[in-house]
């Protein structure tokens, strides 16, 4: 993906290193938004996993992304920080919610850059959401927890074309995201399948699936149902923007499909939705423990009573 090019004389950057997944990225949206006003005029950069900085940059205040996994911040860890110098030099101010509690880490920043410094815990120790704690770390009020992301062109234009593909039209289908990566987290595969079938009758559905939950799709394969894979983010967040409901598990995707705009059902197990739970407008959470007892027909009821007469 281009970036805007560093080379200009008297540009004013700010890096944020964040080492978060995908839900706790989008949960640090309006702790980067508040960075940019904070910052009015300079560049926000942001440091994280590979394709979550490729996510980030033009849809969440971000207009120039770097891998964590770079060699600079090897360096870090292993010297004085002086041989990171050519990276970390060019910012006039870093904040870190990574490393925070690591001393030599800590020093060999310091050494690497001029910048005025910061560190912050990766979970703040705070009650609460955690995109407020986010915030209250940064100094900032948490009078907005605001997480929407800006969509690009490109990843409506590709949500329309896999939309296409499998028949599918934009405000006539139901997204449903049964993955999390983690198998406690999971609602089970076959409640999700009966979830489908009842919805059929009434409108068109769709499954994405990632890859950490490859093996959920064979779950799915009799349903008749669009199974989705192989997105890069952006396209997902188009899809979900464009479905009439989205129903999934306490997962990053779900963050994901809340903060692009669509209504939805997340189900929630032993996590605590109070600091946990997606932030969209019109998100309804169903909690169970374990979560496989929950209830199908609490959750196609649910999904019905969301999408409103045929």
Same mark, same amino acid.
């Given at each position: ?43 926000? *950069? +942001?440091?994280? @996993? ?9 849809? !969440? /205040?971000? &207009?120039? =992304? ?127 399948? *009966? +979830?489908?079938? @009842? ?9 994405? !699936? /990632?890859? &950490?939950? =490859? ?96």
């Amino acid at each position: 993906m281009a970036q805007p090019s560093t080379d200009s004389p008297g540009l004013r950057r700010v890096l944020v290193i964040f080492p978060g997944a995908l839900g706790d990225l989008i949960c640090f949206v309006p702790a980067l938004r508040a960075l940019d006003r904070r910052h009015r005029g300079a560049m926000i *950069e +942001l440091m994280a @996993r590979e394709e979550l900085g490729r996510f980030a940059v033009g849809r !969440i /205040g971000v &207009a120039r =992304a770097h891998s964590i996994d770079r060699r600079e911040v090897a360096m870090l860890f292993a010297e004085s920080g002086a041989g990171a110098r050519g990276f970390f030099g060019a910012f006039e101010r870093i904040y870190s919610f990574f490393a925070a509690g690591n001393r030599g880490f800590r020093e060999a920043l310091a050494i690497a850059s001029d910048a005025e410094l910061s560190f912050h815990p990766f979970r703040p120790d705070r009650a609460g959401h955690v995109a407020a704690a986010y915030l209250d770390a940064l100094g900032e009020p948490a009078d907005s927890l605001e997480c929407r992301i800006n969509l690009l062109p490109d990843d409506l234009a590709a949500a329309a074309r896999r939309l296409s593909a499998h028949g599918l039209m934009a405000g006539r289908f139901a997204l449903l995201l049964p993955g999390s990566g983690s198998a406690e987290k999971n609602w089970p595969a076959a409640k999700f399948a *009966e +979830l489908a079938r @009842r919805l059929q009758p009434r409108i068109g559905v769709a499954i994405a !699936i /990632g890859p &950490a939950d =490859a093996a959920l799709a064979s779950s799915f394969a009799e349903t008749g149902c669009a199974i989705l894979t192989d997105m890069e983010l952006g396209e997902l967040a188009g899809i979900a923007a464009s479905a009439s409901i989205f129903v999934g598990s306490d997962s990053g995707v779900s963050h994901l499909a809340a903060a692009a705009g669509a209504p939805g059902i997340v189900l929630f197990g032993p996590t605590d939705p109070a600091r946990w739970r997606p932030l969209g407008q019109s998100v309804t959470v169903l909690r169970c423990t374990p979560l496989a007892d929950l209830d199908t027909d609490q959750v196609v009821n649910s999904a019905l009573q969301m999408l409103g007469p045929p």
